[in-house]
C-alpha cells in the first residue's frame, strides 16, 4: 500500500505518527508539506530540522513529483490546507481521499446558513457525498458542522492528533509530584500552558490563583508561553501580589513542557470554542496530569470523562469561571481524587490515543478502503463520529455513568 499525507507543514505533533507509518510502510510513505511553517510557530519550538526526516517532500520545491505522488499514492489523507488544486486532480479521478478537518464553524453553527458559504461548502466537500472521500474528524464538533451541509453521510470517523507517548512508571512519576511549600507543607502544583491569546483565557488561571491563596490552598502555579497579554498577566499577578506563588516561565521548547507537565498535580485547559483540537491536552494526560478542561474545546469530549479520567466544566456561559475554580478548588483539596483522575489520563493515552494506535488503526481503516470494505473501530480513534452539537459537548462528557 502506498500512502501519502498532504498538509500544510509537518510539526511535532504530527511526527510521531508519520514515524509510525513509516516504520510500517517504508519508502511507500510520504508527508507532503505545502508551505514553510509559520515564523511565530518556529520560535515556539515546533521547527523541526524538516530536510532530515526521510518521508517528507516539500511540494514548494518539488511541486511535479509531489504532484505525482499524491496521484500514484492508493490512500491520500489531505488536511490543514485551504488550497484544494493539491487534491483536485485526485478528487476528480475518483480515487480514494481521507479528508481531515478541524470545524467549518468555530465561530457558530448559525453561519451554516450563509448562500455563499454553503456553495463554497458543496465545491468542496457535499459533491463528494457518494465518491469514495472519508473524514477524519479532527475535534468533538466537527461531525456535526459537517452533518449541516449534507457532506460525508455515515462516512465521518473520530480523529485528533497525537503528539509523542511517554512510558512512565506510575508509581516513580507520582513521586515527582509531590511538592511541599516554604514551611515544608504539601503543597499542589498547577500548570498552564499555551500562547497568551484571548482564546485560551489564560486570565482564568491567575484569577483561580487568586481565589485558592484566599482560600487557605498552599499551590504553586507555573505559566508556560507567551503572547499577546504577557505583560498584563504580569502586572495583574503583581497587583494581587502573587509573584511567591506564580511564575511566569516564557515559551519553552516541547521537552521542557513536558518536564513541567510532570512534576505538575494539576494541569488547567481554559481555551473556549476556538480551540479547534489542544494537543496540549493529549501531553498533560500522558503525564498523568489531573486536568480540568473546558467543555467547547475540541478535544475534550473525544478524551475526557469527567469524573473518570479528568474534571469539565461548561463553557459559553456566564459563569464558567465560577464552576472552573470550583473544580479547581475541589481538586486542590482532594489528593487521592487527583491521582485517580491522572492514573486513568495516563491510560487514555497508553491505550488508544497514542500515535502507535492510531498508525495501526489508520492502516487497517486504509487497507479497507483498497478493498472496498469500511472497518471502523469500535470506540476512540476511527470509529464513527458521534454528532456533538456543541451545545451538547458538556453533557457528552458526562456519559457512560461518569458522575461528579
Not at 125 to 138: D, G, K, R
Request: proline residues 5%; glycine residues 8%; positive net charge.
Amino acid at each position: 500500500m502506498k500512502l501519502a499525507i498532504v498538509s500544510n507543514y509537518i510539526n511535532h505533533h504530527q511526527i510521531p505518527m508519520s514515524n509510525e507509518l513509516y516504520q510500517k510502510l517504508g519508502t511507500a510513505f510520504a508527508f507532503i508539506q505545502t508551505s514553510p511553517m509559520e515564523e511565530d510557530r518556529v520560535k515556539m519550538g515546533w521547527g523541526e530540522e524538516v530536510r532530515s526526516i526521510p518521508y517528507l517532500r516539500l511540494y514548494y520545491e518539488e511541486p511535479e513529483a509531489c504532484a505525482a505522488c499524491i496521484m500514484d499514492s492508493d490512500v491520500v489523507v489531505f488536511g490543514g490546507v485551504e488550497d484544494e488544486r493539491y487534491i483536485k486532480p485526485r478528487l476528480n479521478a475518483g480515487k480514494i481521499v481521507i479528508r481531515a478537518s478541524e470545524r467549518l464553524y468555530r465561530e457558530g453553527q448559525w453561519k451554516s446558513v450563509s448562500p455563499r458559504g454553503r456553495k463554497k461548502k458543496y465545491e468542496d466537500h457535499t459533491q463528494y457525498a457518494s465518491a469514495p472521500v472519508y473524514l477524519l474528524c479532527h475535534g468533538a464538533y466537527v461531525a456535526s458542522d459537517f452533518q449541516l451541509v449534507h457532506a460525508y453521510p455515515d462516512k465521518k470517523y473520530v480523529w485528533g492528533y497525537f503528539p509523542e507517548m511517554h512510558t512512565y512508571d506510575l508509581n516513580h512519576l507520582f513521586l515527582q509530584k509531590q511538592h511541599v511549600d516554604q514551611n515544608g507543607k504539601p503543597a499542589v502544583r498547577l500548570l498552564w500552558a499555551g500562547r497568551f491569546l484571548k482564546l485560551k483565557h489564560p486570565e482564568y488561571a491567575l484569577r483561580a490563583a487568586k481565589y485558592l491563596a484566599q482560600q487557605g490552598i498552599s499551590f504553586h502555579l507555573d505559566m508556560v508561553g507567551g503572547g499577546a497579554l504577557e505583560e498584563s498577566l504580569r502586572k495583574q499577578a503583581a497587583d494581587w501580589h502573587l509573584g511567591h506563588c506564580i511564575t511566569f516561565h516564557g515559551f519553552q521548547p516541547p521537552q521542557n513542557v513536558r518536564r513541567f507537565m510532570e512534576e505538575a498535580n494539576i494541569f488547567l485547559f481554559t481555551s473556549n470554542y476556538l480551540e479547534g483540537w489542544g494537543a496540549v491536552l493529549n501531553e498533560a494526560m500522558n503525564s498523568a496530569c489531573a486536568v480540568v478542561a473546558g467543555s467547547g474545546i475540541g478535544a475534550v469530549p473525544y478524551l475526557v470523562r469527567h469524573g473518570h479520567n479528568g474534571l469539565v466544566y461548561r463553557t459559553g456561559r456566564l459563569f464558567e469561571f465560577r464552576e472552573f475554580r470550583k473544580q479547581v478548588l475541589k481538586l486542590c483539596q482532594d489528593e487521592p481524587l487527583q491521582k485517580r483522575l491522572g492514573v486513568h489520563a495516563y491510560e487514555t493515552i497508553a491505550h488508544a490515543w497514542n500515535p502507535k494506535e492510531a498508525a495501526d488503526r489508520l492502516y487497517r481503516f486504509c487497507e479497507g478502503l483498497m478493498i472496498g470494505k469500511v472497518q471502523p473501530e469500535q470506540e476512540g480513534p476511527l470509529s464513527p463520529a458521534p454528532l456533538i452539537a456543541p451545545r451538547r459537548g458538556y453533557a457528552y462528557t458526562r456519559r457512560e455513568g461518569f458522575l461528579e
